[in-house]
């Protein structure tokens, strides 16, 4: 089974400063990770997908990226928005299911 | 694309919970339903899916046995029901399509566990 560990927890920068959050799986992988917002009382948003491909609507300030079992969620400059709850996600068949990471916090300092 | 969720629910510990998830906007039975919940403060916890076109169904292990996944082709909408619930299942439940780039979620059902 593969586990998805998110770092760190949390997050805290001001808007316009980079975010960079990490998720470490347990073993090699597929490519087939994702990356979701979440804010409170909302479901989860789709950001990325396949690593590195953005969603449709979402801003190009959003970046995925993957070296090994370490993926990356790069958000260029924080706008108020962005301010939530990120989680990595693997989609897998054998065995079949959705890995979710613990998430990272990204709040306002 | 919309899938729109019943409403919240209270169930008292031992009893059985069934939450309905109907799709539009586009063939339902192009796309898996997933079913997700996400406890207060938790990550979400995949609980198992259905190929919308077989009617064939997966669980996780670690709801197998409690947890039933059905589809109404006719009526676009898949069905969870939950069975034996405590409190540790008190949750927002979520239907999904999670197919790359084909990714929507429903607007979760709070199901609420106590005596």
């Known amino acids: 089974e593969i586990v998805l560990t998110q770092s760190p927890a949390t997050l805290s920068l001001s808007p316009g400063e980079r975010a960079t959050l990490s998720c470490r799986a347990s073993q090699s992988v597929s490519i087939y990770l994702a990356w979701y917002q979440q804010k409170p009382g909302q479901a989860p948003r789709l950001l990325i997908y396949?690593?590195?491909n953005r969603a449709a609507g979402i801003p190009v300030r959003f970046s995925g990226s993957r070296s090994g079992t370490d993926f990356t969620l790069t958000i260029s400059s924080l706008e108020p928005e962005d301010f939530a709850v990120y989680y990595c996600q693997m989609r897998s068949n054998r065995p079949p299911g959705l890995t979710f990471g613990g998430g990272t916090k990204v709040e306002m300092k | 694309v919309q899938l729109v969720q019943s409403g919240a629910e209270v169930k008292k510990p031992g009893a059985s919970v069934k939450v309905s998830c109907q799709a539009s906007?586009?063939?339902?039975?192009?796309?898996?339903i997933y079913w997700v919940r996400q406890a207060p403060g938790q990550r979400p916890e995949w609980m198992g899916r259905i190929n919308t076109g077989s009617g064939n169904t997966e669980y996780s292990q670690k709801f197998q046995g409690r947890v039933t996944i059905t589809r109404d082709t006719s009526a676009s909408t898949a069905y969870m029901e939950l069975s034996s619930l405590t409190s540790g299942d008190t949750a927002v439940y979520y239907c999904?399509?999670?197919?790359?780039?084909?990714?929507?979620w429903g607007q979760g059902t709070l199901v609420t566990v106590s005596s």
């Open positions: 396949d690593t590195s």
């Open positions: 906007g586009y063939t339902f039975m192009s796309y898996a």
């Open positions: 999904a399509t999670v197919e790359g780039l084909f990714d929507f």
